[in-house]
């Protein structure tokens, strides 16, 4: 076993309309920079596993609907590279995106590299761009080091995977932070991972605004609360660093003051104070509201900022969920 030699493993349910679409540029590196393509069949009723066959990926039937993390423990267990690439059935990777994974995993120390979406998704809906874009800005702005991991498109040394028992799928038999709690997992035995923003990949994926609220609050921000809370985790890291508590505040405050303006009597007295939190929120993000004037316009832009408040408030109030478990657990414990 050569070891740079990586295998692709893509689970998939019912996943053919993007299949079509992510597959044939993956199995276009097999030959070159794949050793072969494995997808894990977790219960599709559409033919997906018949189509990945039929343009030569090995296809590996689940017990059906088992989740993504156990799916993909599925394909590991059956991967005889040194080296596997991770990646979504709605994922397209760009042509350079397994070679950059390879040079990375053949530094001395590095269990992991994952990167990014980029800045074009394939659906034209506002909050399939807003989402896609926040992901891409978060990832593009830390590269380097990371204390995470991203299973969209990211790559593992088998041998690390397979030592802190790849994905918890009793914790997360859901789509949810598996990805991330390894990463810690990883990075807890000492292995180092990289977050490389040029590893990149287009996302399928059509957002609506309940999906989003749903998957952010119940399978993002709250899971990822609770086990940073579980395990004490305290260094900064991508999306909870000191500067994103900063603009979770200034969303809070505006979200405060612009409840406060639509009360009759005193609200338009506070119609100042809404603006300029506003404004300290939208320099706060500046970066990121640059991107959205860029790619999609002002009227995105103004869309975008405006949502952007939304985001933090309901995630601040995930965490103070997590948090308020977290006393009650201690208080019942009598710790």
Excluded at 134 to 163: E, L
Excluded at 209 to 237: H, K, N, Y
Excluded at 257 to 268: E, K, L, Y
Aim: charged share 20%; with cysteine.
């Amino acid at each position: 076993m050569k070891s740079s030699s990586m295998t692709a493993v893509l689970p998939v349910l019912n996943g053919l309309p993007f299949l079509r679409r992510s597959l044939p540029p993956l199995m276009a590196c097999v030959g070159r920079d794949l050793t072969e393509v494995l997808v894990v069949d977790d219960g599709s009723a559409d033919g997906s596993g018949d189509y990945a066959a039929s343009l030569g990926a090995r296809v590996i039937q689940s017990t059906g609907r088992t989740g993504p993390a156990s799916a993909r423990n599925l394909g590991v267990a059956h991967c005889t590279t040194a080296l596997v690439f991770f990646v979504d059935a709605d994922v397209v990777i760009h042509p350079d995106a397994i070679a950059r994974s390879k040079v990375h995993l053949a530094a001395p120390g590095v269990v992991a590299v994952f990167g990014s979406y980029d800045d074009r998704p394939s659906d034209p809906g506002f909050f399939s761009r807003w989402k896609n874009l926040q992901h891409h800005f978060v990832h593009s702005r830390a590269p380097g080091d990371a204390g995470t991991f991203w299973t969209g498109c990211g790559a593992v040394q088998r041998q690390a995977f397979n030592d802190v028992g790849g994905f918890d799928v009793a914790r997360f038999p859901k789509p949810s932070i598996e990805d991330i709690d390894l990463g810690y997992r990883l990075r807890a035995r000492g292995g180092a991972i990289k977050l490389d923003p040029m590893i990149r990949a287009t996302h399928l994926k059509k957002w609506e605004l309940s999906e989003l609220l749903r998957v952010d609050v119940f399978r993002r921000a709250l899971p990822w609360a609770r086990l940073l809370i579980s395990r004490e985790v305290a260094r900064e890291e991508l999306n909870v660093s000191r500067a994103e508590k900063l603009r979770a505040g200034l969303a809070g405050a505006f979200g405060v003051a612009a409840v406060g303006s639509m009360t009759p009597f005193v609200g338009v007295t506070l119609l100042p104070a809404t603006a300029l939190l506003l404004g300290f929120a939208v320099l706060a993000n500046a970066r990121l509201i640059a991107l959205y004037l860029r790619r999609h316009g002002l009227l995105f832009a103004g869309g975008g900022a405006l949502f952007l408040q939304v985001y933090y408030l309901y995630a601040t109030g995930a965490w103070l969920v997590a948090w308020a478990e977290a006393q009650m657990g201690r208080k019942a414990s009598g710790s």
